[in-house]
């Protein structure tokens, strides 16, 4: 089954220095029919005015995944941390027993956009850890490339959880193609561009689909794209 919700389905809050759009259940926003999509509880699209952001806030027992595709992210934590994460990395967090940091539009003259994903761990209580990684931009245009998984690398962000994020581009009439289990659950999301699932489905600019029940997927771009996929139990 593939359950499309267009971008603008999506809840909008916006302050002076804040754009949000919320695919989850979070803040403001709450809607028992949409608190989450297996272990994953938040989806934010923010868009951050430079050098604002979020305060010291504490999270605890969750893994924090920040995708940047515009403008940098600077993180600093209880733990000693500090990092400043723009678009080719991955900023990791495990919140497990607990953390608290801040986040910030690193940029003096550029729009900060970020996607940030909470997903419950296989286990509270972890060890909190930080971390940023990056990856392989020109294997975009090759693959689903994987930038956060369980089974980490160099390359790969390590999530303590049984998942995978994937990024890739598509050029114009390229198709790709996902197997997983069928008992798995995927979730697509469309950060640019115009796609076809399948025969029928047709996804544009940060719509998404959740997908259950399906072993293949097969994408095909109407327009030049990029795509993250998650392979979620």
């Known amino acids: 089954m593939i359950e499309v919700y267009p971008a603008d389905s999506r809840f909008h809050a916006e302050h002076d220095w804040l754009r949000s759009n919320f695919s989850f259940s979070f803040g403001p926003y709450y809607n028992l029919d949409n608190t989450r999509f297996g272990p994953m509880r938040v989806l ?124 890739t581009d598509l050029a114009i009439g390229e198709t790709r193609s996902y197997e997983t289990a069928a008992t798995r659950r995927m979730f697509l999301f469309v950060i640019d561009g115009d796609i076809q699932v399948g025969d029928e489905t047709e996804l544009h600019k940060r719509d998404s689909a959740r997908i259950t029940e399906l072993s293949k997927l097969e994408v095909r771009a109407t327009s030049p794209s990029r795509l993250m996929l998650i392979d979620l139990p």
């Open 44 to 167: 934010n699209d923010d868009f951050i005015a430079p050098q604002k952001g979020f305060g010291a806030h504490p999270h605890s027992d969750m893994e924090v995944v920040s995708i940047v595709l515009t403008g940098k992210l600077r993180h600093q934590d209880n733990l000693g941390n500090v990092g400043v994460t723009s678009w080719g990395e991955i900023q990791r967090m495990t919140a497990g027993r607990g953390i608290i940091h801040t986040e910030y539009s690193a940029s003096t003259d550029e729009e900060l956009n970020l996607l940030q994903m909470w997903f419950e761990p296989e286990a509270r209580g972890l060890e909190p850890s930080y971390e940023i990684t990056r990856f392989d931009v020109d294997a975009l245009a090759r693959r689903w490339t994987p930038v956060v998984s369980t089974d980490a690398s160099d390359h790969v962000a390590k999530i303590h959880q049984d998942m995978t994020i994937y990024l």
